[in-house]
């Protein structure tokens, strides 16, 4: 046997493995599960090559918008699609890292930019907290009038 007819059944077994797993749908659950990796390993890519001096630091921005988004879509893509009903405000989180990294790790000191970035951390975070009352408003509603009126009953003044 030469090494040329074992290269060609090497080759021929793993199209016999790929089409295999294919029929099998490994593939397509692969691709059903992992597909916002997709959209993280460019984000991971820009910050490495930032990192290794061979791209500007504008590019941190878009580093951190896809690499924040990609693992927002992860977990709705693991968990389930209905969380985004409350994770959706830190899409506007993914923009101010982006530029919160821009502003700490590149050449321009600007003011706008850091204030830019904390004002979109901020309002992400308002606008995550207002979501959760919205949805969960009564049940915290009902929370804090049983601790008030538990600490009524306790503080009460004792007459004798």
Do not use: C
């Not at 693992?71 to 993914?94: E, Q």
């Amino acid at each position: 046997m030469n090494k040329q007819s074992a290269a060609v059944g090497v080759l021929i077994l793993a199209a016999g493995l790929v089409i295999l797993l294919g029929k099998l749908g490994v593939f397509a659950f692969i691709g059903s599960v992992f597909w916002p990796l997709f959209i993280l390993i460019p984000g991971v890519l820009l910050h490495v090559l930032f990192f290794g001096r061979m791209l500007p630091a504008v590019s941190l921005i878009p580093a951190g918008i896809l690499t924040v988004v990609s693992v927002l879509l992860l977990i709705g893509n693991w968990f389930d699609w209905s969380v985004m009903k409350y994770l959706w405000p830190f899409f506007l989180l993914a923009v101010s890292v982006g530029l919160y990294e821009y502003y700490t790790f590149g050449d321009v000191r600007s003011r706008g930019i850091w204030t830019a970035s904390i004002v979109l951390a901020v309002l992400s975070v308002a606008l995550f907290v207002l979501t959760l009352l919205w949805t969960w408003g009564i049940y915290v509603v009902a929370v804090v009038l049983i601790a008030l009126g538990a600490w009524l009953v306790i503080r009460r003044p004792r007459f004798r």
